[in-house]
C-alpha cells in the first residue's frame, strides 16, 4: 500500500442544517414531556460524556417542569469524574433499576453519540421496550433507522458535542448554552478532534469552539484536565507496549499494537489507559493505518486510524461487525488475541 498525501473531500460546510420540521417535533416533544433520559454508549469518551452532560444541563434550564436523568451504560469513567454532573451518572450496571426505570418511565429519550442500540449494552433492552419518544443525535455512520423516532445523523460534522451545539442554537438559540454547558461540550469537540487536528476539523467546528469559548470556560484548564492525567503506572505500561507489543508492517504502511491480558494485569492498566495508545502507530511518518487489539475475557477489543486514504470504517465493519467513522473505527471480536491479530493482518496483506 502507498501513503498518499492526499486530503480528504469532505465539503467545506458551515453548521448542519435542521428542517423545521425536526425542530417542531423535538419543541412538541419537550413542551408536553414531564421525563426524560440522556443517554449515550458504553466506555464513555469525552464526547459521549461531554454531549450527555451538556444536553442535560440545558434541558434542565429550560425546562423547570422536566425531569431529566443522565445515564451511561458502564458509567461515567474516572478521568471525566472533574466534570460537572460526574457523580450523579447512572451506570447501567450498578445502577440498573433506576436506569431501566428511568428509560421506560420517560417521554422522551435523546440518545447520543452512537448509531444503534446495542452501544448502549446493558441499556439496549430497557431502551428498545420503551414507549418513550427516541431522539437519536450523533455523528456516526449508518444510524439504525427502525430504532429511532427521529434521527439527526451528521457524519461531516467533528463530535456529536459540535451537533449538540447547533442543535441547541436552533431550537433555543445560542443563550441556552451556559458556562457549564459550554465546559461539557468543549470537551467533545477537544476530544473527538484530537485537540482539532483530524480530518473532521472544519469551519463549523471554529465556529462552534468559538461559541463555547466566549461563555467564559477555561480551555486551558480543560486541556490540562483531558491530556496531563496519566498514572506512572500507565506512562510505563505505553513504554513497555512501544517497546514489546508493537509490530510494524513497513510493506503495507501498517503497525499495531497486540496487548494481552497477562500485561494488562501485570501493569495494573485497564480499557481506559489504553485510550489513545492506537494513535502512536501514526505517528511513525510511513505509517498510514494503525491498530490496537486488546485482549479481553473471552474476546479482544480493536480499534483502527488511518492517515489519510485507508476507510478503517469499513474494515471494522467487514473484518468484525464494527465500525465508526472513515479514520477512526472500533470492533469487538471474538476471536483469541492470536487469531484476531491474524484475521487483521491476513486482510491487510492481502488488500
Ligand atoms: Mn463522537
Redesign the pocket.
Known sequence: MQVELQHNTLEVNLKPEFSMGQLCYIRGLLDGARRAAVVSHTNA?G??VG?VMGLTLMLRALYPQLEVTAMLPDGCPAQFGWMPLSAEILNGRTDAERCHEALTGADVVFVL?LNTPPRMESLATAFTASRAAKVLV???HSPDTEAFDLIISEPLIS???ELVVWLADALWGEEAVSREAATCLYV?LRT?TGGFAFSNTQPSLYMAAAQLVATGIDPADINNRILNTFSENRLRFYGYAISNCLTVDREHSFAYFAISLDDQRHFGVGPEDMEGLVNYTLLMVDIECGALIREEENRCKVSLRSKYTTDVNSMARQLFDGGG?TKAAGATSKLTLQQTVKKLTDHIATR
Open positions: 469518551d464526547d459521549a454531549s453519540d450523533d455523528h456516526h463530535s456529536t458535542c467533545g473527538d467513522h
